[in-house]
Structure formats: structure tokens, C-alpha cells
């Protein structure tokens, strides 16, 4: 019982997030698209590329282990002493921020001041919002514990739209502003996100929902640091564990923003040329922050609460295994099943996206590659995402200590790869070396996975293989999708336009066809526990 109130907890989670990020988002998207048109692709390159990249540099070295290994711990342990530990993410992203602050302002390119005015006042703006969304993390790690749905995704998706209110506001009405504006909205974005779990927390705390919850926190001032009295201030086991993960974020940053490290130490890319890259990277990985990261966040949880961290599969529960081995079937069957429907359409339809979205001077350079790139590497996400949330909750300590030296020959052999490719292929190179090193890291999660369902009947991995009628259904439609693409858009005007549209949607209902009618089992599972509510339905899925 307690396996599947956990997969009802993660499938609620996943959909609820994925959901009212789409609702949130949508705006984001809409008014991203009129900046685009009111700021040049140089300052695209410097905010999206330059300074956003320090911004993820300080948050995920300073927040990323700990989250790996805290939300493992179950709703039962000492939470003063995690929240603690927790709030050793702070001083850390003091000293990450202090330190990549300098680095951008003394071992980088400086941007031309007559091009891009303000520089230094957006690296250090960038830097110190890092360190306030810092203060967040312990009530983020709670909220995501004790399967507080709503908090994370409202929060996030609300401090996303008023960055980006504020920014075409600004940018429309004192544009002359230059990177203060883009500093200004990202130091209210980091205020926004802090404010909103704040009030939340205030509001929970001590409410009915709370002791039906057995929330162990009775005040708000629970969530600050402090000394307790004979016993260790922080629990050792995790900040151990914790230690491991952290020793392997360094990698795992590199091999997650490889490209920009890239682009921002060894100068491959100009800025325009970077800033049309960013563009096509928010664009193409839409599906992956709106679907794929919400599955992975919600069903790591899902796993690491049902597995016992590093247990063979036969000394633990059998009713446990054989769930958790189904969902992961079912996972990567939907995941795999979505991205193969943005590769098959995503080549056809991206000129045309990049033409409605950013004006001719997006559709009509490298973007489409680009995109059409992108599009594969999307298929390659969806995959990763799901295989490593398994591997990384079912692993030893000190299997993910081992893994740290695969994690770090993985990031010498991107690093040497974006390089490489990068001179012979521009931007498309980044996308084909992160296609190559998402290849190798799914190949280790695969292995993992078919040693560790080795020794039980089940075989989770069976779920990557399709049935021969949907795949013919998927070639038909890439085959008439591309014709028309070179027939009738995207020079031809609106009504070719339309036809081109009309065609791709005729193929895209045949797909959805074929997907409902050859994986029955599929089409259940995502009804029961990712648009029913029905408790009853979701316990009785199998």
C-alpha cells in the first residue's frame, strides 16, 4: 500500500506540474516571442547565454546534491536536522556567486559597452538572485517531501511570468535600459519565488492540512537554522551522501550547460550567433521543461521511496519491485512515445515555428538546423530523463561514487567533442556532441537497469520497443510531412501555409490513432494517474 500511495503521490505531482507549467509557461512563451522583436540577438546572446549561465552555475552547484539527497529521506526523519543541513546551500551559493562573478568579470570576453552597455551591473545582479532563490531551498525540499503539489509549480511558474511582464514592459517603454532591465527582472523573479513559499508556508503551517499530513514543522520559525542540544546539528548520513552527489554535480553541471562553457570561455560562437542558438534551445526543450523534467522530479521521488537504495531486487519486497518495474515500463514507453512525435513532425515544422515565433531572421539562417537538430536530441532527452531518475534512486552510495568517474570522463569527451564540432558545424555542433554524450550516458543507465531487473522476471526495457503498425504509421507521416514541407511552406503564403498545417495535423491524428490502438495498457496508465483524480481507478491500475 505504501508503493502505490507513492505513485499516486509522484503520478499527481508529475501531471499537476506539468500542467500549470503549460498554463504559466504559455504566457512566458507569447511575450518572449515580442522581446524578440524589440531586443538584438547580441543582447539575446549576452543575458540567455552569458549571464543565465552564471546564474545555473551558482544555483545548481549549490543546491543540486543536496536535493538528490534529501528528497530520500521519507516523511519520518529528524527535520531540524535536515533543515540544517539544507541551509548550507546558502554560504555555498554566497561562495559559488562570489567566486563566478569575478571569473565573468576578469577571465572572460567583455562584451563591446556600445553594443551592450551595462555588463557588470547584470553579472553581479545575476549573481545575487542566484543567492536569493538560495534561501528558498528548505521549504522547497519540504514541499517536494511531503508531496505539497501545488507550492512548487505556482511559485516557479508565477515569479517566470512577472520576470517576463516586467521585461516586455520595460523593454517597450525604456528600452535605452540596456541589461538593467534584464537584471532587474531576474533579481524580481528570485524575490518572487522566495515571497510566494514564504506566504505559502505561513499559511500551512499549523493549518488541518498540515496535521493530516503529520507535517513536522509547528512554525514558521522551524524553518530557520539552529543549534540542537545533544545530538549532531546536521544529519551525517546525508551530509555524506550528500557529499557524493556534490562531487558529482560538478560533472553533471559541465555535461548539462557544456555548450555554454563553451561558447563563453573559448569564444566559438560571436554573440548574435549565440543568442539565435538560445532561441532555438528554449524553443526545442519546451516539451522537455513543460512534460519530461515534471516526470523526472516527481518519479524519482516515486522510486527512491518504493526501493530500498542499493538492495538487490530479491531482498526486497516483491509487490514493490514488480511496481516499480511496471511503472518504468509504462514511463518510457509514454516518454519514448513523445519524443519519437517531435522528431518525426519537429523536421517538417520548424522553419515554419521559427518563422511565426521570431520574424524571417530567424527562419531564414541557421535556425531551422538547428531546431530540426534539436528535435532528435529532444527523443535522446526523454529517454535519459526517465532511465537515470531510476538508476540514481536505486544505486548504492558507493555506486554513485563509482559513477562520478564515468560522470567525469563523459564531460572531457563533451568538452573535446563541442569543441571539435563546433569549428567544423557551428551551432549544430553543440547539438550532435550533447546527442553523442545523452547516447552514452542513456547506455550506462540501460545497463544498470537490465543488471539490476536481471535476477526477476520483469524487464522494464521492453517498453522502448514499438509495435511494427505504429511505426509504419510514424514513417507514412515523416514521408508526407516532408514532402509537403518542400511543396508548400513556407515562402508561399498563408493559404500553403495552412495546407502545410492541415497535413501535418491529418498525420498527427494517425499517430494518435495507432498509439491508442496498439498500447491499450499504456493509454490506462496515463489515464489513471495522470488525468484521473479517482483514487479508486489509480489504486486498481496494474
Known sequence: MRAREALTSAATLASYSAGLQVLFRVLTFILNGYTLRYVSKETIGVVNVRLMLLYSTVVFLAREAFRKACLNVGVERKWSQIINLLWLTVPLGVFWALLMVWVWLNLVAIPDPAVIPHYEVGVVAFGFSAVVELLAEPMWVLAQVHMLVS???IAESLAMAVKCVLTVVCITLVPHWGLYVFSLAQLLYSFTLLVCYLLYFMKFIGS???QRKS?????????LPKPLPRQHVIDLQLAKLTWTFYKQSLLKQILTEGERYVMTFLNVLNFGEQG???IVNNLGSLVARFLFLPIEESFYIFFANVLERGKDPRHQREEDVRLAALVLKMLLKMVFLIGMTIS????SYSQLALDIYGGSWLSSGPGPGLLRCYCVYVLLLAVNGVTECFTFAAMSNQEVSRYNFVMLALSLSFLGLSYCLTWWQGGIGFILANCMNMGLRITHSLWYISRYFRSTEHRPLSGLQLATPLLLVYLTSGVVTVISQAALCCDQGLFFRSLHVLFGAICLLAVVVAIVSTEPKLVQFIRAHF???DKTEIMKWE
Open 208 to 210: 488541518r492540512e498540515a
Open 151 to 153: 507550492v512548487k509549480v
Open 276 to 278: 539565435i542558438y538560445d
Open 344 to 347: 518525426v513532425f519537429g523536421y
Open 215 to 223: 507535517f513536522p514543522l509547528t512554525s514558521l520559525t522551524d524553518l
Open 531 to 533: 488525468l484521473s483524480r
